[in-house]
């Protein structure tokens, strides 16, 4: 979810997305119809602040992101959005000031099992993810709505800082996402992201829907029925 480290790109809606938005989706608290307005909605996991040194050897590797840039385009483009971040000081001092006027909360992704870094004691076992709704949230069934998760990163996915599959559910749930929302993955890297906005949408779907050719879900992948990890 991290391929693309120029934020003046997104990976457009797909055919696959234009279906769902055809159609009502359903939960077990009623249906989601279409009548209501979709919204845009940005899913921006770059590079964290210095650390886009990680990604140099990558072919669109562009340097340090430009996060007031970056968030100036969230809060013109966009009716929510999820940022991801390193709980770093300086990353800190850099995001506070730029966060504060968007009235976006704080929240934290928790890590159950992290790597630790030579030399470094005590792990960097949380992250911060700032969000910024949609719309009100709504309580479901789906989820405990918390400002946390915890979830154990992902191993072997091919780029460091993939997010795993329960992580992104659980940033759709905060950022109030609904499946006839549009999504723009801003730094898509291996697809995640996109993967698991598709597997979030199909809680949504009755068995007899018919079903748009997606990705298969994280728990697919790993042949496990709940999926683990993050980065």
Not at 80 to 104: D, K, R
């Amino acid at each position: 979810m991290r391929n693309d480290r120029n934020p003046t790109v997104c990976s457009s809606a797909d055919p696959t997305q234009e279906q769902c938005n055809e159609k009502t989706f359903h939960s077990s608290h009623g249906a989601y119809s279409q009548r209501a307005r979709p919204m845009k909605i940005a899913y921006a996991d770059p590079p964290y602040i210095d650390c886009a040194h990680l990604y140099r050897d990558r072919p669109d590797y562009a340097g340090e992101v430009d996060h007031a840039a970056l968030i100036e385009r969230l809060e013109r483009d966009y009716d929510g959005w999820i940022l991801h971040a390193a709980a770093t000081p300086h990353s800190f001092a850099v995001l506070a000031p730029l966060i504060e006027p968007t009235g976006a909360r704080w929240m934290a992704w928790v890590k159950g099992f992290a790597a630790f870094k030579r030399n470094v004691p005590v792990a960097y076992a949380w992250e911060p993810v700032i969000v910024k709704a949609a719309r009100k949230p709504a309580v479901s069934k789906r989820l405990v709505l918390r400002d946390w998760l915890q979830e154990s990163i992902t191993l072997r996915r091919g780029l460091t800082g993939t997010k795993p599959e329960a992580v992104c559910h659980w940033c759709f749930e905060m950022v109030a996402a609904r499946p006839e929302d549009r999504l723009d993955d801003l730094f898509p890297g291996t697809g995640a992201v996109t993967a698991a906005w598709h597997s979030w949408q199909r809680k949504f779907t009755l068995p007899d829907d018919p079903q748009p050719a997606l990705p298969p879900s994280d728990s697919v992948r790993r042949g496990r029925c709940r999926p683990r990890g993050p980065s």
